[in-house]
């Protein structure tokens, strides 16, 4: 139930940011991906804590919800940004990156649970997902994350070649 209802969360999260990622400008993305950030660790601080099953469903759901919409919008701007050439070796590292520490992440949780019960490093691992809201929101609002030159393609260049309809 609870892998089932994060699923139905990354979905309703990718569908919200395919439907408002095409009319956000470029700022009002950059506080969209703080706000998932913040939603995504009270969520799964407050799934951590719940004794009502039903509530710990709809934590965990929202917490992936705010995943989802900013996994979306970050590759939709990298769709945008990055040149042709270098988008494999950019995408390739980011999934490796991302791999990499949520293997790391959970080896450390793993060793954790020998020491902590699982509500405290539930409750541990939701602020620690928070502190990216921290860092993007002072890149952002310290003027260091500019809205870089767009050199990839824009949603409406690509064309989209299916089967012929029957």
């Known amino acids: 139930m609870i892998q ?7 979905l309703c999260g990718g569908a919200l940011a395919y439907t408002i ?36 469903l709809f934590f965990i759901a929202l917490s992936r ?10 590759m939709w701007q990298l769709l945008r940004i990055v040149p042709d050439g270098f988008r494999g070796r950019v995408f390739s590292t980011m999934e490796s990156i991302q791999w990499s520490v949520m293997m790391i992440s959970m080896a450390l949780a793993g ?17 620690l997902s928070s502190t990216t809201a921290i860092f993007w929101g002072w890149a952002n609002w310290t003027g260091r994350l500019p809205e870089p030159v767009r050199q990839g393609i824009e949603p409406e260049e690509i064309e989209v070649h299916g089967e012929p309809a029957a």
């Open 65 to 74: 919800a705010g995943v989802g919409i900013s996994s979306v919008l970050n």
């Open 4 to 10: 089932g209802f994060a699923g139905i969360g990354l």
């Open 21 to 56: 990622g095409r009319s956000l400008s470029f700022a009002n993305y950059k506080r969209t991906v703080v706000v998932c950030y913040i939603v995504h660790g009270v969520s799964y601080i407050l799934f951590s804590q719940m004794r009502s099953f039903p509530l710990a």
């Open 111 to 127: 060793i954790a649970s020998q020491y902590w019960d699982p509500r405290s490093i539930g409750a541990i691992a939701g602020a």
